[in-house]
């Protein structure tokens, strides 16, 4: 089971990650309609999270700090984005929520497998 759940978080986060950098791509080729400095860094933060997505899932140490980190970094730039885009605060919460169950799975997935392991 914390494989599956490991697994789970590991494609979500990657899957943000990737959601992220294609959105600044298509924005940047459509027409910025934010600063350059804030497309390079949801692309940025994107490919983190999308790295830290693998550390995450072979349980490298300091790999689920690094993913919040991402996480966090990307929260930042769309509560940004969101000021110019008048996206609103729905969509804030919606992304903390997601980034709070990706990290929920990841956490229970690594500590289900040291409790198995005795350490």
């Known amino acids: 089971m914390n494989d599956a759940m490991l697994t789970v ?59 919040i980190g991402a996480l966090l970094g990307l929260q930042a730039l769309a509560v940004h984005s969101a000021a110019h885009l008048n996206a609103g605060l729905a969509p804030q919460i919606g992304r903390g929520i997601l980034a709070g169950v990706l990290v929920g ?4 997935g690594q500590r289900s497998e040291v409790r198995k392991s005795g350490v």
């Open 9 to 67: 978080a590991a494609l979500g986060m990657f899957s943000y990650g990737a959601y992220e950098v294609g959105w600044a791509v298509v924005d940047l080729i459509r027409g910025a309609r934010l600063e350059l400095w804030a497309e390079l860094g949801l692309m940025l933060f994107g490919l983190l999270l999308m790295l830290a997505a693998a550390f995450v899932r072979v349980r490298l140490p300091g790999g689920l700090p690094f993913a």
């Open 105 to 108: 799975l990841a956490y229970a």
